[in-house]
């Protein structure tokens, strides 16, 4: 089968099946006439009943102060789950169907009112939001839609996608959410969402800021390199995308101190893009500093400066890394690099990456970012364009 356009193949692509799965939405003849939503809910009503009599309802989904009663559907909290087309079934009649108008209406709910959730593990929050945005992506595909609103609705999507899977970090391996099918699901809303784009309709201002992001998931692929650079230069001089460059041309190169210096200056939807680099772009800068300065007695180096180097979170972070891998510590400010100490095992620590993602909110809600990302990077005084 040959790669859809705009989906990179390196590490995170999306397994055969899940995109034939996504290529079975699309109209099956060119002049396949599809019809438009008309559910105005959220969650069909009888999508809702049906739930609730086979108790399948999520309990982000249920109505509140039920105690010792079956769990009902509240209808302002439950949300379309997604339900994988069955081949040769007819096409959902509209009434089954969410408008573009709810669907970005549904991503905006979702966003700002579960995705930052204190009341549940990370994980569940996250595999919650991911199959609800998959319901999205699915009844969007299965209307007519101009390109304009079509986009809108999954830039929203996969902008909450991108801040629910960061918000994960280690947690992801503990139930609830698959690694694997996330990655996939991101890569997913990338191809539907750069598809959109090359239809030419528009206009689509947020353009230039999801290539921008796609180009950071997929930090180090020459083939997402690839198709960013068979943009419009016009696109290519925007500044997220010049922002996305640098940051793809110093990671290529291992210039650390330049990486972690723009990684500093994103605003953060790319931070959550770029996030899952960040591990790994930890570990080739120690490898580069343990061959430059391991020696047969030891040289000590600060951990104040593998703080600023690495953007770490404090000096606690700095050591857990330097232990991981195998380098001993003399005291609880230095570490020291001997020859032959060096090592690496399994994945590098996923760290906590609060500088460099999370504190990046600045005050701002999640729907605050995901409906509109500012475009311009929030620059440190002297920080690098």
Not at 22 to 34: F, I, K, Y
Not at 130 to 153: I, N, P, T
Not at 211 to 232: C, K, M, R, T
């Amino acid at each position: 089968m040959e790669p859809e356009r705009g989906e990179p193949s390196c590490q995170r692509r999306p397994r055969r099946s899940a995109r034939r799965e996504l290529q079975q939405t699309r109209p099956p003849m060119a002049d396949c006439e599809l019809q438009v939503g008309v559910c105005q809910d959220m969650c069909p009503a009888a999508e809702r009943a049906r739930r609730e009599r086979e108790r399948r309802l999520h309990r982000f989904e249920v109505a509140p102060g039920r105690r010792g009663e079956p769990p009902r559907a509240d209808p302002r909290r439950a949300v379309k789950e997604y339900s994988r087309p069955a081949a040769g079934q007819p096409r959902p009649p509209a009434s089954q169907l969410r408008p573009p108008s709810v669907l970005l209406a549904t991503v905006r709910y979702l966003a700002g009112e579960v995705a930052g959730s204190a009341d549940a593990p990370r994980a569940e929050v996250a595999g919650f939001v991911a199959d609800r945005l998959r319901a999205v992506r699915l009844d969007l595909a299965l209307q007519a839609a101009g390109d304009a609103e079509a986009a809108a609705v999954l830039e929203a999507a996969l902008a909450t996608l991108l801040a629910v899977v960061a918000r994960l970090g280690p947690e992801a391996a503990r139930g609830h959410a698959d690694p694997v099918l996330l990655q996939t699901q991101v890569q997913e809303g990338f191809g539907s969402l750069r598809r959109c784009y090359e239809r030419g309709a528009g206009p689509h201002p947020r353009q230039a800021a999801f290539q921008a992001l796609f180009l950071l998931y997929n930090l180090g692929s020459v083939e997402a390199l690839h198709e960013i650079l068979q943009l419009p230069a016009s696109l290519r001089a925007r500044p997220p995308l010049r922002r996305a460059l640098a940051v793809d041309a110093a990671f290529r190169e291992g210039n650390t101190a330049r990486l972690f210096r723009l990684l500093r200056t994103l605003p953060y939807l790319q931070s959550c893009a770029v996030q899952g680099h960040v591990a790994q772009a930890r570990r080739q800068a120690l490898a580069c500093l343990a061959r430059a300065l391991s020696t047969a007695k030891g040289q000590a180096l600060p951990l104040d400066f593998m703080v600023r180097l690495l953007a770490l979170d404090g000096a606690q972070e700095a050591r857990d890394l330097c232990q991981a891998h195998g380098l001993p510590l003399d005291g609880e400010e230095r570490v020291v690099f001997l020859r032959g100490r060096y090592a690496e095992e399994g994945p590098p620590p996923a760290g906590t990456c609060q500088a460099l993602v999370e504190r990046k909110l600045r005050g701002r809600t999640l729907e605050d970012v995901v409906m509109a990302e500012e475009e311009e990077a929030v620059h440190r005084p002297g920080s690098p364009t």
